[in-house]
T-cell receptor, first 110, second 114 residues
């Protein structure tokens, strides 16, 4: 069974710091990787997608993918209290549904 | 433009009742997905449509669950003879052609079975 693992947290960081969120996956043929943000009581919102090894930056967010080690991470620079949410990692392996991790709860302390 | 919409937002059903949950995807999105999300968990896949064709229903937990998208736009997820374990948030997502797995979620329907 394909698995996507995340530390459930909470991960607490002070305002202005870098938050680092990690995700590992079990299926070596995984192709596409996504990070969703989910505020409490709301639905997931796509914030980053990454398809090849290396870094992808979008504003304060950087996604990092290492297929050899089967992990993907999300860095949030200059963390703000409004970044406090649960971050879901999702993995697509081809001809299978998107598999989500359970999410990491991030708390940014002002 | 408008995002994915779902109705009702909240539904309370007595055990044994049938329920129907509606999803209206983003205009032009051919792919539509249904997920079930329990508290503290990530969304779990239920079923996937491309236009009106149901391409994958492997995640439907039992034959009490049925989904349709007859005209390739609006979709309905029906749960017959609801059970307490069906209580969850049901999320619908849609995606554009060529970006099937960059999915955009609706607000969800919170189903409580009493």
């Amino acid at each position: 069974q394909k698995e996507v693992e995340q530390n459930s947290g909470p991960l607490s960081v002070p305002e202005g710091a870098i938050a680092s969120l990690n995700c590992t996956y079990s299926d070596r043929v995984s192709q596409s990787f996504f990070w969703y943000r989910q505020y409490s009581g709301k639905s997931p919102e796509l914030i980053m997608s990454i398809y090849s090894n290396g870094d992808k930056e979008d504003g304060r967010f950087t996604a990092q993918l290492n297929k050899a080690s089967q992990y993907v991470s999300l860095l949030i620079r200059d963390s703000q209290p409004s970044d406090s949410a649960t971050y879901l990692c999702a993995v697509y392996s081809g001809n299978t549904p998107l598999v989500f991790g359970k999410g990491t709860r991030l708390s940014v302390i002002a | 433009g408008a995002g994915v919409s779902q109705s009702p937002r909240y539904k309370v059903a007595k055990r044994g009742q049938d329920v129907a949950l509606r999803c209206d995807p983003i205009s032009g999105h051919v792919s539509l997905f249904w997920y079930q999300q329990a508290l503290g968990q990530g969304p779990e896949f239920l079923t996937y449509f491309q236009n009106e064709a149901q391409l994958d229903k492997s995640g439907l937990p039992s034959d009490r669950f049925f989904a349709e998208r007859p005209e390739g736009s609006v979709s309905t997820l029906k749960i017959q003879r609801t059970q307490q374990e069906d209580s969850a948030v049901y999320l619908c997502a849609s995606s554009a052609p060529g970006a099937t797995y960059e999915q955009y979620f609706g607000p969800g329907t919170r189903l409580t079975v009493t």
